[in-house]
């Protein structure tokens, strides 16, 4: 359900854009999403190849549920979750559940933009690899060895 990255025309490229750089607008959704699918792009095999049913998501916020589930009180404390069973976990049995998906919260995302000076493209980056370790049930340091094979 990855799809190839995609073209964000309808405002100037923002990838690398730092924020002291950034537009008086907000990035929305979609450009998050792009950035996103970028990501996903650049993630080398043998990962590429178990990420095509992975469902992306970009929402405002983790809702109340996922934030009481986790012990989280502020909402812009959660960037990114993965919902699902880590691969190795599967089985030929498993069937009828939700597909693997992987949630990006754009509010979280950008507050920690401003806060740290990333560009949001590596903070984008940043997010999705780590949660697609938590899709392989990947250590962190495997999780840093895959996001500069990413890089």
Avoid: N
């Amino acid at each position: 359900m990855l799809s190839p990255p995609c073209s964000h025309s309808a405002r100037p490229p923002m990838h690398s854009v730092m924020p002291e750089q950034a537009p008086t607008f907000a990035p929305d959704a979609a450009l998050i999403e792009c950035l996103a699918r970028a990501a996903l792009a650049r993630i080398p095999e043998p990962f590429q190849t178990h990420l095509a049913d992975v469902v992306l998501l970009v929402e405002e916020f983790a809702d109340e549920e996922t934030l009481d589930a986790l012990g989280i009180d502020d909402p812009f404390a959660l960037s990114g979750l993965y919902h699902g069973r880590p691969i190795g976990e599967k089985s030929a049995f498993d069937s009828g559940g939700l597909p693997d998906r992987i949630h990006l919260y754009r509010r979280a995302i950008l507050d920690e933009w401003v806060e740290t000076g990333e560009s949001l493209e590596r903070l984008v980056q940043h997010v999705v690899v780590h949660e697609v370790g938590h899709h392989f049930g990947l250590s962190d340091g495997d999780m840093h060895a895959l996001e500069d094979a990413a890089g």
